[in-house]
């Protein structure tokens, strides 16, 4: 469990969609070291505004993670665009003897310089954890921080006005349980099109969840051994609506339901009309499901 943590962190830092698993994200705060002249060099160095990259990766829509290196161990980490965003509030420190930075987003990172604008990134592993992390790195795109100014200050000149500044917990928590609802709108999605194959070829929808498993490939092992939500499915009375039910094993995820059903028009010409759906707020309840027709329950939308 503990490795898929650190994963998905990773790959928030760039707002990937994972698919995984991860625990409740922690905010320590790390004790400044004392102030040297070396400590004062190594914060002329760092203060300013870095972005982060990886080598071969780009990230989704242009979107380019931002990290402010603000003064008295402030740290504030945003994406540009900088439209409708929140700002993650954290702190750094230094460690002068090593000559790394310390800073906490969720998980503890350490970052040491390359050059005078250029570091790099490291999310602590665990001993546990035997997943290859990537290697970030941040490029300092601006060095002109006020640095004489208290944070408040400092915010209402530096950061994008009107968007709220939160904790790491809260920001990378509603990212980490984004990533898990994604596993189940992919899975759902895969099991509309095998129902609609298995209509076609075998005139019938298929209602053994351990069948599609084995028939959908890579993600129906997924189905029976996911840590994230339930699978199951529901055929209607009369057999032309079958159902998908995903429903969480966490407080905060969205339940999901995928409906494959024959519709006939008034000529008898029949058709498939798949739909998936996402309930409107989080719940561990089974939906009431419409017996007659491929709408969404009450209390859920339809979703791409």
């Known amino acids: 469990m503990l490795k898929h943590s650190f994963s998905v962190v990773a790959c928030l830092l760039f707002s990937c969609l994972l698919i995984g698993v991860a625990q409740s994200l922690g905010a320590a705060t790390i004790a400044q070291a004392p102030e040297t002249t070396d400590d004062e060099q190594l914060t002329q160095q760092l203060l300013g505004r870095w972005e982060l990259y990886q080598h071969s990766v780009i990230p989704p829509f242009g979107v380019t993670p931002v990290l402010i290196f603000a003064p008295h161990g402030n740290l504030f980490y945003l994406e540009q665009p900088e439209d409708e965003i929140a700002i993650v509030h954290s702190s750094w420190s230094l460690d002068t003897s090593q000559s790394i930075i310390e800073t906490n987003l969720g998980v503890l990172v350490t970052g040491k310089f390359l050059g005078p604008d250029l570091m790099e990134l490291s999310i602590e592993e665990p001993v546990s954890s035997d997943n290859d992390l990537p290697v970030i790195y941040a490029r300092r795109v601006e060095s002109d921080i006020l640095r004489s100014l208290p944070i408040d200050s400092f915010a209402l000149r530096s950061l994008p006005g009107g968007a709220p500044i939160v904790e790491p917990t809260d920001f990378f928590g509603e990212r980490v349980a984004r990533a898990r609802e994604s596993e189940a709108s992919i899975h759902i999605s895969a099991v509309n099109r095998f129902q ?58 969205r339940a999901f339901v995928g409906r494959v059903s024959i519709s006939i028009d008034s000529f008898s010409n029949s058709t498939l009309v798949d739909t998936l759906c996402q309930s409107t707020s989080p719940t561990d309840q089974m939906p009431d499901l419409p017996d007659d027709t491929g709408a969404c329950p009450t209390g859920y939308v339809a979703v791409d």
């Open 196 to 253: 609609q194959a298995a209509l076609l070829e075998y005139t019938r929808f298929e209602t053994n969840i351990q069948t599609i498993a084995r028939q959908i490939g890579g993600e129906g092992g997924k189905l029976l051994q996911s840590e994230n939500y339930d699978y199951m499915v529901h055929l209607s009375t009369d057999g032309n609506v079958v159902s998908t039910i995903a429903i969480p094993k966490h407080d905060d995820l």
